[in-house]
């Protein structure tokens, strides 16, 4: 189901990840990046063995293959007839698995699938779904803009079996393939190998894993050196798009997981698919994903790039940001819609109770990860505060007696909390978000009102509005702000984090007017807006809502 190189290919395997060395990572890139250079440097190019495909029904062909029963895999030629062949694709099957471990039905079933409909879309196949979101399948050596699908007993490994995998010595001559470090060999075409045995060939998981392996043949054609978390992430999205993606274990209860960071565990292909597919379901409109893709830059430098791009008011530490938060919601309430997954259904993330007292200290969270803590609300006053090496976004969620949430508060900064936490709520989650590249230390505290403590910020700031919820076209909205005697900024944003408008106020309590616009001079349109005072390295903020 995933992808892994071993030795020189990209295996998708599941229980094998977890003893790989972190090395493989390395090396897996420096294969495509190998193949990639052939392609590249006209002085490197050599002539196929064959100048076109053009593949009919019952025509053989001897391919070169793994055997993935020993470890490292050994090479074999297999002689395989084609099957099936539709617009985008040519389906091949190993004469030694015909009749016993694939049949023609199984054929009709995969090219059905590849080409005409998915779970997900009854109108279109999974090469052409595969094609609209990520960018075109390459078409480097044989002059055959077709796919060819190859099945065989790929077998297995100690109890390991294996789904399919992308092979980039394809993607060049037998000559380059026989040049490469470590050398191979190549079918000069592009190939995705998938197994009939000991696996079921039309298993709903491993029809979905074809939509998975092709997204790396694309992935390679536009970017052969990309990260492999964004790589990976991209080819979960492609299941999720597919209808049948990967069960949403291992990250949930483990939150504090670098996004960028790649272990080979199956947190790790979770956490991925969730970045991406939020990315994909709220950010896409305009085509993003692809671009992407396409990008020469490589990671978080190309994800920053292409939202500066389509989305200049969505910083990526927002994104992120909203994203943790939508990991512990996925619903849509009276926070909008930015917090939901639409073709998924995440599971409960795990969160610590905080309700202990006096405060925690030293505690820890990775790069681009987030940690999740539950506060019971007592009944009496109680307050929240953080301090951390570095700011962090600070989410509060706040539920009611029914276990709904009812309104957030977001926080930014080192020191940042609430003196007082709303009355009447039952449960708060505080969802801390590192949104930056290195990891975090944070102490917080939880305690009564009154109670002293070293983590407490010297200077409270508030923030009231009225009315509210606010009718364009009335009265102004009135603002009063209160931050000691620093000055300070208040800034508005909407439900995806882009700032609408920014004043700048001095210290003291003061009291302004808003009259619903934006920077350009424009109403805002209906809905819920977040203001937030900032001062120093304290921050507050308040929910409103827009009626038109």
Known sequence: MKTVYLFIIIISITSLFAAMPPQWNDFQRDLGIQAASFRDLPNQKVTPQKDTRNYNIGDTEVFWRWNLSVMPPTWNQTTATCRAVGEHCYVFVANSDWGSHMTQANVDEVLARLEDSTPNDPTRGAIEMDVDLFGPVPNVLDNDPKLIVFYSALGSFQGTSFDGYFSPYNQ????????????????????????????????????SVLSHELQHLIHWGMDANEETWLNEGCAELAMVAYGVPDPITGFPTNPDNNLTAWNQSFADYVKVMLFFTYLQEHFDDTGMISSLVASPENGMASLETKMALYYPLVTVPELIR?????????????????????????????????????SQTNQTLQAFAADYLRYTVPATNSSFFVEASAPVYVSALVYNAQDVCVSMAVLYGTEVGWGALPAGAAKIVFVLTNSHSTGVTYSYLTAPVGITDPLLPPAQLSLETYPNPYLTGAAALTIKAGSGTQPSELSIYNLRGQLIRSLKLSGGAQSLEWDGKDTEGCETAAGIYTLVLRSGKSSLSKRITILN
């Open 322 to 358: 909203l994203w943790t938060v939508a990991n512990y919601l996925d619903e849509v309430n009276v926070l909008g819609e930015m917090y939901n997954y639409e073709q998924l259904n995440l599971p409960t993330f795990s969160s610590v109770s905080v309700n202990q007292y006096p």
């Open 172 to 207: 060049v001559t037998e000559a380059q393939a026989q040049q490469m470090n470590p050398s191979g060999h190549s079918n000069e075409c592009e190939m995705i190998y998938m197994t009939c045995y000991p696996l079921d060939p039309v298993a709903p998981v491993r029809l």
